[in-house]
């Protein structure tokens, strides 16, 4: 029931003095340097006042697309810009809601104060840790971690102003107010774990990436929307699927094609390597599931390079010091097509295909036939390709010169000598070369996997709705390296 008319009026007071508050020290701590670049403060504006049409209406709430927009400006631009979009989306949010004039007044005031605190607070720690302005791998991180840790407190902070409202206007303890509150933080801390992870991409690959991955977020929320509510009706389930399938496939392929862009021969040497790996398993007898995880590791062998920074990815020769970021595209690899579910076996086919035979490979030194099979059938499949095209600074070689290199890398323990030899007699029996390799597309087979994973109970080895919001975390963990 509502409280007394005297404390809820000054409540009220309260809540208009924070506000005003915010706002003078926002004028008095903030600085130009803030609100720069301008299109940067456009788009986090922009995205905070699409939140309500974006929004996903829950049993227990609504979730909105305004915790990424203002964690964001938290940590890209400062104090006075958050609170600027907490303040942009509540107004929007509380006039299509039509609700009470205290109750926008305090959401103006909590979605003021929290994001400016934050912001204080961000700036404050960025300095403290000397990670304000630099893009290096370790201190990226760090910052991430710091944005993550600010927004958890903000949203602390965000609930107290909001209970303290709700205890004087109805009467409703703190206490009674958290298993209220409780749904939603899933939600809040999964959005704000992705801000911090788009801020970080920011940071490190600039304003486009981060367009691209919002407007993938904004697609994919809509998505889930739509399947949240067709989870009764099974004819629109299916179609639905379908969609979330396919925008996983998506996020990879965009992946690809991105690092086709600043790379051209990354998407003909995927394909090709795709092919002649899909080739030799099915000489060696590998059956449909092992010719597929062959193709779709060859496809995306290579997608670890999407973090490399243009100093090391378009190098004539790689310095030193940029050694330990080119043995770690394995791992980085992995760990994006680790995100699909079902791809396990895709996974640790990219981890492994720089092992060496010999145990002198990386990342675990494994020796012999302790490397998945894949790995060293992808190993020999991406050497050939690179010798016969000569990618980089390689030069090309004939084919018998690219066999003849093969059969000494098998000598000298870094390839399988009995696959290179199947390899090898595959070639000259079938006249294979990288020339007659599918392009990109027609090997990915889009059309025909999406449609075989979302058909319900579809796919062996991949659950019928995966998700691509993993996908876009672990790009956001490799980018904050």
Request: glycine fraction near 10%; hydrophobic fraction near 50%; include cysteine.
């Amino acid at each position: 029931m509502p409280g007394p008319p005297l404390p809820r009026r000054l409540f009220l007071a309260a809540e208009v003095l924070l506000l005003a508050g915010v706002g003078a020290a926002s004028a008095l701590l903030g600085h130009s340097g803030e609100w720069h670049p301008a299109s940067l403060v456009a788009l986090l504006f922009l995205l905070a006042l699409l939140s309500e049409p974006f929004s996903v209406k829950l049993r227990d709430g609504q979730l909105t697309a305004s915790t990424i927009s203002i964690v964001l400006a938290i940590g890209l631009l400062g104090p006075a810009p958050a609170a600027g979009c907490g303040v942009a989306a509540m107004v929007l949010a509380s006039a299509v809601r039509r609700i009470a004039f205290s109750k926008w007044v305090n959401n103006l005031a909590a979605f003021a104060a929290a994001p400016f605190v934050a912001g204080l607070a961000m700036r404050w720690l960025a300095g403290q840790f000397h990670v304000l302005h630099s893009s290096h791998g370790a201190d990226s991180f760090v910052f991430g971690l710091l944005l993550l840790a600010v927004f958890i407190a903000a949203l602390g902070m965000n609930f107290v102003l909001i209970g303290v409202n709700a205890l004087v206007e109805e009467g409703h303890s703190l206490r009674r107010q958290i298993p209220e509150f409780l749904p939603l933080l899933p939600g809040e801390l999964t959005a704000g774990a992705l801000a911090a992870i788009l801020a970080v991409a920011y940071r490190s690959v600039g304003l486009p990436m981060l367009i691209a991955a919002i407007v993938v977020l904004l697609i994919f929320q809509r998505l889930t929307v739509s399947l949240l509510r067709s989870e009764e009706r099974a004819e629109q389930l299916l179609a639905r699927s379908r969609q979330l399938v396919g925008l996983q496939f998506g996020v990879l392929r965009t992946l690809v094609r991105a690092l086709e862009m600043r790379d051209r021969s990354s998407a003909r040497h995927a394909a090709a390597v795709a092919s002649y790996a899909t080739s030799l398993g099915a000489e060696l007898g590998c059956g449909d599931e092992e010719r597929d995880v062959l193709r779709a590791a060859g496809l995306l062998h290579e997608i670890g390079k999407f973090t490399w920074p243009d100093r090391v990815l378009h190098a004539e020769e790689v310095a030193q010091e940029d050694e330990v970021i080119v043995r770690n595209h394995p791992q980085e690899g992995a760990i994006l097509v680790g995100a699909l579910d079902g791809y396990g076996l895709v996974a640790d086919a990219i981890l492994h295909h720089h092992e060496r035979i010999d145990g002198r490979g990386y990342p675990a030194g494994l020796i012999g036939a302790e490397i998945p099979l894949a790995s060293r059938i992808l190993a020999i499949c991406s050497t050939y390709d690179t010798m016969a095209t000569g990618r980089g600074y390689r030069s090309a070689m004939g084919p018998e010169e690219a066999r003849s290199e093969l059969r000494v890398a098998a000598r000298n323990g870094q390839l399988d000598p009995d696959l290179v030899e199947r390899f090898i007699a595959m070639l000259e029996r079938d006249g294979v070369t990288a020339a007659e390799a599918p392009d990109f597309e027609t090997t990915l087979e889009f059309e025909r996997r999406v449609q075989e994973i979302a058909e319900p109970g579809g796919g062996d080895s991949v659950n019928r709705v995966p998700l691509a919001a993993g996908i876009l975390e672990r790009l956001g963990a490799l980018v904050a390296r």
